[in-house]
């Protein structure tokens, strides 16, 4: 009979190539690091130290505050794309869920339709 210890070790021997894993992967990620700055040229001038903007002079502060509608565009973005990332597997297996399938698709897509009106109307979706 094996005792509690030899168990555990037999247990956890088996995590052993996940662990080594680990460790390969943070070496090489140290490893890069420390050779690309130990490697990298070291000339710094006024030209490369300057703001770069698609390759115009820049006429602002790059620090400006971003608009709140800016994000909340953005978010609705990811809304809707979310929704058709749930629209596609539930066209992919419809014939298998049937009418009660397409009850809950409707009642899915009515949720969204009463969002984007409420959204239309607070104007969220106005770019000024």
Not at 61 to 75: E, K, L, T
Not at 102 to 117: D, N, Q, R, T
């Amino acid at each position: 009979m094996e005792s509690g210890s030899e168990l555990l070790l037999g247990y956890l021997s088996g995590y052993f190539p996940i662990l080594i894993f680990i460790f390969l992967a943070l070496a090489f990620g140290l490893v890069t690091l420390a050779l690309s700055y130990l490697v990298q040229p070291k000339y710094p001038e006024s030209e490369k130290l300057s703001t770069y903007e698609c390759g115009s002079e820049p006429f602002s502060d790059s620090r400006m505050p971003f608009p709140v509608r800016y994000y909340v565009i953005a978010m609705l973005f990811v809304i809707f794309d979310i929704e058709i990332i749930f629209l596609y597997p539930w066209a992919v297996t419809f014939d298998q869920l049937g009418l009660i399938g397409l009850v809950e698709m409707m009642i899915f897509i009515g949720l969204f339709v009463v969002a984007y009106v409420y959204a239309w109307r607070k104007g969220a979706l106005e770019w000024d």
